[in-house]
T-cell receptor, first 116, second 114 residues
Framework: EPEVTQTPSHQVTQMGQEVILRCVPISNHLYFYWYRQILGQKVEFLVS????????KSEIFDDQFSVERPDGSNFTLKIRSTKLEDSAMYFCASRDLAGSSYNEQFFGPGTRLTVL | DQQVKQNSPSLSVQEGRISILNCDYTNSMFDYFLWYKKYPAEGPTFLISISSIKDKNEDGRFTVFLNKSAKHLSLHIVPSQPGDSAVYFC?????????????FGQGTTLQVKP
């Protein structure tokens, strides 16, 4: 069964450093998302990406964040200068736009980001 | 901004019994609702969904009920099994310019006791 994959599973970084979180969405999916979950809190939407551009972003997704689809398979989230409060689980998700399941998003296993 | 709320942080039921997980929402523009199940150190796994034009959707042991007038939905699991023990998230999407983004509730931890 196709699945969303994410690397690395755990990233530890120093405050102020740049990190890139990587995702490989399901191959025939066209919509891509990043969410995050701070420990003990709800899963929060960060950004959606379609047709090679951001289609929506949340207030959390400020100038320190960027997303890219550098090739036909990868989808990345970059945080330019990490802060302590960026420590969270980051989930990538993808969605098909056809068929009866077009509203359903499929999530990757997540990357745990720890900022020291 | 608590557009989707799950007011019960935890629920404990006996194996074989019914589990009922509840979710309330405030945004009347939501037109699609989903339930996800999450184990520790894993991503959310899609379970079942319902469109706002329906009031019930069933898939095996899982049934989701939607009461639009009350802005309330619930997930019923019958019969509950120990393997169902996980965190369950309600999520909603919809509205103008819908990009499909999901708004999640806080989650309910279900424990099914053998």
């Amino acid at each position: 069964e196709p699945e969303v994959t994410q690397t690395p599973s755990h990233q530890v970084t120093q405050m102020g450093q740049e990190v890139i979180l990587r995702c490989v969405p399901i191959s025939n999916h066209l919509y891509f998302y990043w969410y995050r979950q701070i420990l003990g809190q709800k899963v929060e939407f960060l950004v959606s990406f379609y047709n090679n551009e951001i289609s929506e972003k949340s207030e959390i997704f400020d100038d320190q964040f960027s997303v890219e689809r550098p090739d036909g398979s990868n989808f990345t989230l970059k945080i330019r200068s990490t802060k302590l409060e960026d420590s969270a689980m980051y989930f990538c998700a993808s969605r098909d736009l056809a068929g009866s399941s077009y509203n359903e998003q499929f999530f990757g296993p997540g990357t745990r980001l720890t900022v020291l | 901004d608590q557009q989707v709320k799950q007011n019960s942080p935890s629920l404990s039921v006996q194996e074989g019994r019914i589990s009922i997980l509840n979710c309330d929402y405030t945004n009347s523009m939501f037109d699609y609702f989903l339930w996800y199940k999450k184990y520790p150190a894993e991503g959310p796994t899609f379970l079942i969904s319902i469109s706002s034009i329906k009031d019930k959707n069933e898939d095996g042991r899982f049934t989701v009920f939607l009461n639009k007038s009350a802005k309330h939905l619930s997930l019923h699991i019958v019969p509950s099994q120990p393997g169902d023990s996980a965190v369950y998230f309600c999520a909603a999407s919809g509205g103008s310019g819908n990009t499909g983004k999901l708004i999640f509730g806080q989650g309910t931890t279900l424990q099914v006791k053998p």
